[in-house]
């Protein structure tokens, strides 16, 4: 399953398509069929009803694997709208909803799911992610309810995704780049800032894992804290590894750290979960 | 990720939950823990209890009279005593989880009937004579000279950092028995009888207050050739081939232990109103959620120990950087919890802050898991 993605969006998405769709933004029909076509939205659905029959484990991987290749697009709501909107699954609906105030991707969709009216543009922070803001008064925090646990889990494990390739990308970056007749990575400033960005990725890993596993509300909060935290200090960092180059529209650095920093706002910002895991401690 | 347990192993919990229940409340009294010789007699009378109800040396082989057990179970062992208030290994740490499997790995046959069955029946002390006072992070630079003396050795030098080297039988010590070979090859392996003459021991006071470690000063003391582990010059390999001995499961009590602190807190800072404060509940929220997330991680490792696939020497060394800047993180905000309280040494909590400075340091500072991590996972150049 894991093979099959990371193998059709690296066919379809890789680095230079990541770029290139950098300047000229929109939505890839095409490739969002593939993804209907290779289950990528019916993921969840079982076989009776004409989906892949899986589980969340499973979701989480692939998930993953668009995370770490930016794949653009409102993925979590085309996702969670298989089987209840027509063509969603498939990937002939391009779905989005509404979500902490915001919508990705408004214009693009054929549906927009929640109560969007009113909703205005935003010069977006990611170019791979047009937004809109709601107007607080349709939305607003509380009268959304609290954030659907599937969204929150898939979201941290697209941020898990960008977590493991900053880390990767920095890597790579310090072992070959050299400066003072040696690879930067052999100075331990930037030894330390790849190691702790291994560190935050393989213990939000296993938190995400485990929440995938057991779907608990707590076990999902703390999914979506520790995959935010590697995901958006991962990118800084990179950022940091990469040095002046991080610093340019050319190199892909930014773009990581700019959708870490678009996902960590959708289902509520990070305060809900910290109060319901403070809550599970005195349950 | 597996997070289901087999069945026998559900079996193993629960035999070892009724024992625990039928023991536990037999103990003796805690000895105070400035009380050295109380202190051993109750950790190896803890030790004897285990080893008559068939728990002893549970991750040790079976042929070096251990039980065999799978990483899970020792896991769940660790999980299920911690959770029942049991005593902690305590005066038998170096013997159980270091000497002994050391012992057991590379020892001779009589090595192994001398040194193994005394460890595991709780009749003798170990103690660890590695670090040195020039000698820390850099072990491989350690300076105790060891020269032979027809059947004997001749040892000078100091260690430091040694734990209960006042109540200790034996000392596994590291000596350099050739100071011309390349660093690492000059090393030798020996256990050293701590009542032999010229040892002179003289305990260290933390900045906790309380003498948990001891220098030892070692002036021309005679150790057999025959207490020799391996072969002489060979000791930096017999030390290293155990240190991974614990597959993952060296934090597995403590991290089951900062989970229940993390709910006490919580349920203090309710009583005392620090509660209302969203900063502080959201600080321990977050805390939530590295312990449950430290929790997995241990699971995981310990499983992929058991599949054989991880090297959890590396992959510890993740768990330690996370783990040990968590813990000191969880006693940071038990201060906050307390406010003015934590200042107060008789509070709950606030002697583990101080004793929590040590474990970004013990066992390889978190700079030195950094290099091992960057270096041995990711793969980045050795530096200069």
């Known amino acids: 399953m894991r093979d099959g993605v990371r193998g059709l ?167 070959t780049r050299e400066q003072f007749g040696q690879p930067i990575g052999a100075f331990q400033a930037v030894k330390h800032l790849c190691a702790q960005m291994l560190v935050r990725t393989e213990v939000a890993r296993a938190a995400v894992y485990a929440a995938a596993v057991t779907a608990g509300p707590a076990d999902i909060a703390a999914a979506r804290l520790l995959a935010d935290e590697a995901a958006v200090r991962g990118a800084r960092d990179c950022l940091q590894v990469h040095g002046g180059m991080g610093f340019t529209w050319e190199s892909e650095v930014h773009l990581h750290l700019k959708r870490a920093w678009v996902r ?19 349950a | 990720m597996d997070l289901s347990y087999a069945p026998e192993e559900e079996e193993f919990r629960a035999r070892l939950r009724q024992w625990l229940a039928k023991v536990l409340p037999f103990l003796p009294p805690k000895p105070s823990p400035g009380d050295w010789p109380a202190r051993r007699a109750y950790d190896l009378g803890w030790q004897r209890m285990l080893y008559d109800a068939g728990y002893a040396g549970l991750h040790w082989p079976a042929d070096a009279g251990g039980r065999g057990a799978t990483p899970t179970q020792h896991l769940i062992f660790l999980e299920e005593t911690e959770k029942a208030g049991a005593p902690y290994v305590g005066a038998n740490f170096v013997g159980l989880l270091h000497a002994g499997p050391t012992i057991a790995a590379e020892g001779s046959a009589g090595q192994r009937t001398r040194w193994l069955p005394p460890i595991l029946r709780g009749e003798e002390v170990w103690c660890q004579g590695f670090s040195e006072p020039d000698a820390g992070s850099d072990l491989a630079a350690l300076r105790t000279r060891a020269c032979r003396d027809g059947d004997d050795y001749v040892v000078s030098g100091s260690k430091i950092w040694t734990s209960h080297a006042e109540v200790a039988d034996w000392c596994e010590l590291l000596v350099r028995t050739d100071p011309g070979a390349p660093r690492h090859r000059g090393i030798t392996w020996l256990a050293m009888p701590m009542d032999a003459p010229g040892i002179t021991v003289r305990p260290l006071r933390t900045l906790a207050g309380s003498a948990e470690f001891a220098e030892v000063f070692l002036d021309e003391v005679r150790v057999p050739v025959a207490n020799r582990v391996g072969e002489e010059n060979d000791g930096w390999r017999v030390t290293m081939v155990t240190l991974s001995f614990e597959r993952g499961t060296a934090f597995v009590g403590e991290v089951v232990a900062c989970r229940r602190v993390l709910g006490e807190l919580a349920r203090a800072a309710q009583q005392n109103g620090q509660w209302d404060d969203p900063v502080l509940r959201r600080r321990l929220g977050r805390l939530n959620a590295e312990f449950r997330a430290l929790w997995r991680l241990t699971q995981w490792n310990v499983s992929e120990a058991e599949a054989g696939g991880g090297v959890p020497g590396v992959g510890g060394s993740v768990f330690k950087l996370g783990y040990s800047h968590a813990r000191q993180e969880l006693y940071d905000t038990a201060a906050d919890v307390l406010g003015p309280d934590s200042l107060d ?22 700079q030195i898991q950094r290099n091992i991590v960057a270096e041995r996972i990711l793969g980045l150049p050795k530096g200069r």
């Not at chain 1, 991987?61 to 089987?83: M, N, Q």
């Not at chain 1, 960590?264 to 005195?282: K, M, N």
């Open chain 1, 264 to 282: 960590a706002q959708r289902t509520g910002g990070a305060t809900e979960s910290e109060e319901l895991l403070a809550a599970d401690l005195v």
């Open chain 2, 345 to 366: 040494l008789g509070r709950p909590w606030m002697l583990e802050r101080l004793s929590s400075l040590s474990y970004t340091i013990a066992a390889g500072t978190s």
């Open chain 1, 9 to 175: 969006l690296a066919r379809r998405f890789d680095s230079e398509a990541l770029r290139a769709a950098a300047g000229t933004p929109g939505l890839d029909r095409a490739l969002w069929r593939e993804l209907g076509a290779a289950g990528f939205f019916a993921l969840r659905l079982p076989e009776a009803d004409g989906g892949v029959g899986l589980g969340l484990p499973e979701a989480v991987l692939a998930f993953e694997e668009a995370g770490r290749v930016l794949l653009p697009g409102p993925l979590v709501a085309s996702h969670l709208a298989a089987g209840e909107v027509a063509g969603a699954a498939a990937g002939e609906t391009v779905v989005a909803a509404v979500d902490g105030g915001l919508v990705e991707w408004l214009a693009e969709a054929d549906i927009v799911r929640g109560d969007a009216e009113g909703a205005r543009p935003l010069r977006s922070v990611d170019p791979l992610t047009p937004l809109h803001r709601v107007p607080a008064d349709t939305t607003g925090g509380a009268a959304a309810g609290p954030a659907d646990p599937v969204a929150v889990l898939l979201t941290a494990a697209e941020q898990l995704g960008t977590a493991g390739r900053t880390c990767e990308l920095a890597v790579q970056h310090a072992r």
